[in-house]
Nanobody
């Protein structure tokens, strides 16, 4: 069983930056991919970015060039550096991990609000 704990959300003005962090524990040897999803009010949960255990990254088109995902396998962490933030980036951001055997795990979510 993998546990994911997120940190780093908050309120920032448009054009600003935030860095989200997620620490994994328990069953970490089984983790294949780690990533971030988000859910805005009234919308479904969507992929933001993910990174495989081989370092391959995938980004949503809406965040390409602004967000960077990074993974530290030694520390079992995955970070999301978010730059040039827009009001439409406002959402609850969830850390996600997928195990090699297919199990999916979620963090509790962290609120990111972009507003002036």
């Amino acid at each position: 069983q993998v546990q994911l704990v997120e940190s780093g959300g908050g309120l920032v003005q448009p054009g600003g930056s935030l860095r989200l962090s997620c620490a994994a524990s328990g069953g970490i040897d089984s983790i294949w991919s780690m990533g971030w999803y988000r859910q805005a009010p009234g919308k479904g949960r969507e992929l933001v970015a993910l990174v495989s255990n081989r370092g391959r990254t995938t980004y949503a088109d809406s965040v390409k060039g602004r967000f960077t995902i990074s993974r530290d396998n030694a520390k079992n962490t995955v970070d999301l550096q978010m730059n040039s933030l827009k009001p439409e980036d406002t959402a609850v951001y969830y850390c996600n991990s997928v195990a090699a055997h297919g199990s999916v795990y979620w963090g509790q979510g962290t609120q990111v609000t972009i507003s002036s």
